[in-house]
């Protein structure tokens, strides 16, 4: 079974529809050793097919059209926070605790980059707010790195202790997540079939008229609602105003939406909230499991007040085990499921050569989304997906033999997949989205704006449901 088949049954998707695919294969992109490009390759495919036969059906179309995977654009697309430009600057991914470093007994790997986390780290090392990379360092020296790891999260920040394959599928939290599904499919209720308001235009946008609850942040569940509004979708972010944005990822990972805050403790904010979840066909959270909870966001509280929803959630480790409700990142993952091992170079861990987790996995969770609203238009219900990074991670590493593809182009460089507009941000160079079927978009309709500022309130227009 190829690994486009694997991503496509996770959805739920007829066999019969992978013909409409051709792939454009490049050497030379995302090399490592695990099959990096042949995942990505599929994530980004298994999303594209699932826009398109949800394109034909809307269009009255007799078939689906051909979705074209082009390896340059995947590649470009899962560098796509390297490949940003503001106004000539590069962009700045990791803050300078956000690394591996060695303790007494190995290695732990830290993320730092939001200035919550980075004081909750130093507060758990008992260091002070401007201690230097070299005092940290020295504080990690003097302990192990289980230690570090249990210490950190205590204080709700986050580091991982590095692991072997072995030890990882030894770990509870690892049989755990290898006895789930890659991606969870769920019914609820019996909500009402979803009617099918018809699709013209060009290009064909699937998603038009559909609106898209936005609680993700990062990396991957922004990269699943910003290929959601690639698709024509109303997507509209919203964050507590506590809870600020790092500018440069809010730049890259959201285009094409809009961006809100609304403090949820706020009684006004709460009833605006609640305006906007009546008016919803999906809501995407990216939150560790349990975290929204208290706000009456769990599947099972939006399906009471929403039927019909299509809820997407995203984690790093999975809501079940006994880590079900920890944070977590790609980097961190990579180094907890024995991936920083298999990449690394004798003593010292390496890296996948994108953070693939993330972005793998934001476009199997678009695609689950719009596999869901397919569905709905057959059997109606409240539909839920989940997904984790985790998850992803031991499908990467299950130890099947991949066919690259054989022989193909070369790749010569991201250029053909760059583009630029000017934003309220400033000129930006950015990557285009790898997901492309026939008559479907290239580009998004509107660059990121300025984060928060946009009113949290629908756009009025046609529904697309």
């Given at each position: 079974?190829?690994?486009?088949?694997?991503?496509?049954?996770?959805?739920?998707?007829?066999?019969?529809?992978?013909?409409?695919?051709?792939?454009?294969v490049?050497?030379?992109?995302?090399p490592?050793?695990?099959?990096?490009?042949?995942?990505?390759?599929?994530?980004?495919?298994?999303?594209?097919?699932?826009?398109?036969?949800?394109?034909?059906?809307?269009?009255?179309?007799?078939?689906?059209?051909?979705?074209?995977?082009?390896?340059?654009?995947?590649?470009?697309?899962?560098?796509?926070?390297?490949?940003?430009?503001?106004?000539?600057?590069?962009?700045?991914?990791?803050?300078?605790?956000?690394?591996?470093?060695?303790?007494?007994?190995?290695?732990?790997?830290?993320?730092?980059?939001?200035?919550?986390?980075?004081?909750?780290?130093?507060?758990?090392?008992?260091?002070?707010?401007?201690a230097?990379?070299?005092?940290?360092?020295?504080?990690?020296?003097?302990?192990?790195?289980?230690?570090?790891?249990e210490?950190?999260?205590?204080?709700?920040?986050?580091?991982?202790?590095l692991?072997?394959?072995?030890?990882?599928?030894?770990?509870?939290?690892?049989?755990?997540?290898?006895?789930?599904?890659?991606?969870?499919?769920?019914l609820?209720?019996?909500?009402?079939?979803?009617?099918?308001?018809?699709?013209?235009?060009?290009?064909?946008?699937?998603?038009?008229?559909?609106?898209?609850?936005?609680?993700?942040?990062?990396i991957?569940?922004?990269?699943?609602?910003?290929?959601?509004?690639?698709?024509?979708?109303?997507?509209?972010?919203?964050?507590?105003?506590?809870?600020?944005?790092?500018?440069?990822?809010?730049?890259?990972?959201?285009?094409?939406?809009?961006?809100?805050?609304?403090?949820?403790t706020?009684?006004?904010?709460?009833?605006?909230?609640?305006?906007?979840?009546?008016?919803?066909?999906?809501?995407?959270?990216?939150?560790?499991?349990?975290?929204?909870?208290?706000?009456?966001?769990?599947?099972?509280?939006?399906?009471?007040?929403?039927?019909?929803?299509?809820?997407?959630?995203?984690?790093?480790?999975?809501?079940?085990?006994?880590?079900?409700?920890?944070?977590?990142?790609?980097?961190?993952?990579?180094?907890?499921?024995?991936?920083?091992?298999?990449?690394?170079?004798?003593?010292?861990?390496?890296?996948?050569?994108?953070?693939?987790?993330?972005?793998?996995?934001?476009?199997?969770?678009?695609?689950?989304?719009?596999?869901?609203?397919?569905?709905?238009?057959?059997?109606?219900?409240?539909r839920?997906?989940?997904?984790?990074l985790?998850?992803?991670?031991?499908?990467?590493?299950?130890g099947?033999?991949?066919?690259?593809?054989?022989?193909?182009?070369?790749?010569?460089?991201?250029?053909?997949?760059l583009?630029?507009?000017?934003?309220?941000?400033?000129?930006?160079?950015?990557?285009?989205?790898?997901v492309?079927?026939?008559?479907?978009?290239?580009?998004?309709?509107?660059?990121?704006?300025?984060?928060?500022?946009d009113?949290?309130?629908?756009?009025?227009?046609?529904?697309?449901?």
């Amino acid at each position: 079974m190829t690994d486009t088949e694997v991503a496509w049954g996770a959805l739920g998707g007829d066999p019969a529809l992978l013909q409409r695919i051709t792939t454009v294969v490049r050497e030379g992109i995302l090399p490592s050793r695990l099959p990096v490009r042949e995942v990505a390759r599929a994530c980004v495919g298994a999303c594209a097919l699932a826009a398109a036969e949800w394109a034909a059906r809307r269009a009255g179309l007799p078939q689906v059209p051909w979705v074209r995977i082009d390896d340059g654009a995947v590649a470009t697309a899962f560098h796509s926070e390297r490949h940003l430009l503001v106004d000539g600057r590069e962009p700045v991914n990791f803050a300078p605790l956000s690394r591996f470093w060695r303790t007494a007994d190995g290695w732990v790997r830290t993320h730092a980059n939001y200035p919550h986390h980075r004081r909750r780290l130093l507060s758990a090392l008992g260091l002070s707010a401007d201690a230097s990379v070299e005092t940290v360092a020295a504080a990690l020296a003097e302990r192990p790195a289980v230690e570090v790891e249990e210490s950190v999260y205590a204080a709700g920040g986050l580091a991982i202790a590095l692991r072997t394959p072995g030890e990882w599928a030894a770990h509870e939290q690892g049989r755990a997540v290898a006895a789930h599904p890659l991606v969870g499919r769920e019914l609820l209720d019996k909500a009402p079939v979803r009617p099918l308001v018809r699709l013209d235009g060009d290009p064909l946008l699937p998603l038009a008229g559909v609106r898209v609850l936005d609680l993700t942040r990062v990396i991957s569940g922004p990269v699943a609602t910003r290929t959601l509004a690639l698709l024509g979708a109303d997507v509209l972010r919203i964050d507590s105003p506590h809870l600020p944005e790092l500018p440069d990822q809010h730049a890259d990972m959201d285009i094409g939406k809009r961006s809100a805050t609304l403090d949820l403790t706020a009684s006004v904010d709460r009833r605006a909230f609640e305006d906007l979840l009546a008016g919803a066909d999906v809501v995407v959270t990216g939150y560790r499991p349990g975290a929204l909870d208290r706000f009456g966001l769990s599947a099972e509280q939006l399906a009471e007040r929403r039927p019909g929803l299509v809820v997407a959630q995203l984690s790093a480790w999975g809501a079940y085990g006994p880590w079900g409700g920890r944070r977590g990142f790609d980097s961190l993952v990579q180094v907890g499921t024995g991936i920083a091992v298999t990449e690394g170079s004798g003593e010292r861990p390496g890296a996948l050569p994108a953070q693939a987790l993330d972005h793998g996995t934001g476009y199997l969770l678009a695609g689950a989304v719009l596999r869901s609203l397919t569905e709905q238009t057959e059997q109606g219900g409240t539909r839920v997906v989940r997904l984790a990074l985790a998850r992803t991670a031991a499908w990467l590493t299950d130890g099947t033999v991949r066919n690259a593809g054989g022989a193909g182009q070369v790749y010569d460089g991201p250029e053909p997949w760059l583009a630029e507009a000017d934003s309220p941000l400033g000129r930006l160079r950015y990557a285009l989205s790898p997901v492309r079927f026939a008559g479907g978009p290239v580009d998004w309709a509107r660059p990121a704006g300025r984060w928060g500022q946009d009113p949290a309130r629908w756009q009025p227009g046609r529904r697309g449901s």
